[in-house]
């Protein structure tokens, strides 16, 4: 079975600090892993996927996460938090199997203090 | 080149209703996936298709169920409504199913009310 933690439920940081969002993944198989962002009341967007080719994938708006092995974890950092990054962020990984599905973490809310 | 459709944005439904969404995905995309996000339980898997065939289904009871035409548009049913099917459901879809090429692409989703 695949799982996803994502620690604490809420972030904030101030606008031009880095923003670290933390993900640790459960996998008895190589794993595909994603972030994906919501904004409020709006659909998902992929932010970066990691499918076993480099292991520090950028993404878009800046954002860029690095697959570590040893540690089951897929963190998203981005260097300058900008206020346009306040958003939900969701972590989600599937195995390599074809009846495999998408199972996503609980999300962690940014918010970007001016 | 067009995004995921869903219809409709907002449906309120009563109690004891049944009610269908509808998910035209992208463009070339077989598989079509369907999620319920909740506040209190989050994004949680409903079922996927892939090519007309149901290829994984969630832990929901047999009142949510779907299908997927020739055309890979996709429907979601749930039957006899209850308070807590109130939720936010979106549909995602991918041209290899396993999102590797270009991920999961989802739909802005449909938010049902249950009055």
């Known amino acids: 079975a695949q799982s996803v933690t994502q620690l604490g439920s809420h972030v904030s940081v101030s606008e031009g600090a880095l923003v670290l969002l933390r993900c640790n993944y459960s996998?008895?198989?190589?794993?595909?892993l994603f972030w994906y962002v919501q904004y409020p009341n709006q659909g998902l967007q992929l932010l970066l996927k990691y499918t076993s080719a480099a292991t520090l994938v950028k993404g878009i708006n800046g954002f860029e996460a690095e697959f570590k092995k040893s540690e089951t974890s897929f963190h998203l950092t981005k260097p300058s938090a900008h206020m346009s990054d306040a958003a939900e962020y969701f972590c989600a990984v599937r195995t390599t199997g074809a009846n495999s599905k998408l199972t996503f973490g609980k999300g962690i809310t940014l918010s970007v203090r001016p | 080149k067009a995004g995921v459709t869903q219809t409709p944005r907002y449906l309120i439904k009563t109690r004891g209703q049944q009610v269908t969404l509808s998910c035209s995905p992208i463009s070339g995309h077989r598989s079509v996936s369907w999620y319920q996000q909740t506040p209190g339980q989050g994004l949680q898997f409903l079922f996927e298709y892939f090519s007309e065939t149901q290829r994984n289904k969630g832990n929901f009871p047999g009142r949510f169920s779907g299908r997927q035409f020739s055309n890979s548009r996709s429907e979601m049913n749930v039957s006899t409504l209850e308070l807590g099917d109130s939720a936010l459901y979106l549909c995602?879809?991918?041209?290899?199913?396993?999102?590797?090429?270009?991920?999961?692409?989802f739909g802005s989703g449909t938010r049902l009310t249950v009055v």
């Open positions: 996998s008895s198989v190589p794993p595909y």
């Open positions: 995602a879809s991918s041209s290899s199913g396993t999102g590797v090429d270009y991920g999961y692409t």
